[in-house]
């Protein structure tokens, strides 16, 4: 069976592309930042996509068949862990990255400048509380890119020291013998896919603020204005 599916690798992939595009476009501002705020809600749509597909996903892409404890973790380090998947260390990572991303994501939403952009959920909770994760979400692009720099730096580690190439199978798929610890429950299936791109899809709906009903004395934000 392939070590990674390709809705797997499809995100994977969407990921990378839509975190690399908001940065980019935070950086550098003005009128990008409507592109900025499109690229965070795809970025919520991503992650609920993945937190269903790690309960429904084949068996790699379950959150139970990579996410271990502490014991795990010291076995790896030990040189005693096998299996196909996410190593223990590499569980860590996956959880980090989507736990940080989203959380970004997620407080942009409500984050302003009073020039180029208002989050569309910001009426939600008052300029005041805006402010405060406005200044938040800033600090968080720092961790993300950190935490950017940590993966690829240990994807590169990976290569060079310990000749394992991971950037192969996110791209093919790979193959492997089907791990004996792998649930057997295959998974993955159409249903599956279909209800998870639905909650991706309401996800992405539901940040961009079109459910909102404006106060009478709002003022239309141009930069949302699509």
Known sequence: MPIWDLPLRLFHWLL???????????WLGGNLMVWHGRLGALILGLIAFRLVWGVLGTPTARFHHFVRGPAAIRAYLAGRWHGIGHNPLGALSVVAMLLVIGLQALSGHFARDDIAFNGPLVSLIGNAASDRITRL??????????????????IAYYRRVRKQDLIGPMLTGGRQGIDPAADRR?????????FALAVASIT???????????????????????
């Open 137 to 154: 979400h800033r600090l968080g692009a720092d961790l993300v890119l950190i935490l950017v720099a940590l993966h690829v730096t240990a």
């Open 204 to 226: 992405v709906w539901a940040f961009q603020g079109g459910w909102i009903t404006p106060s009478a004395d709002a003022v239309a934000d141009p930069a949302f204005d699509w």
């Open 186 to 194: 295959r998974g993955g299936g159409i249903v599956a896919l279909v």
């Open 16 to 26: 990378a592309l839509a975190v690399t595009g908001a940065v980019v476009t935070g």
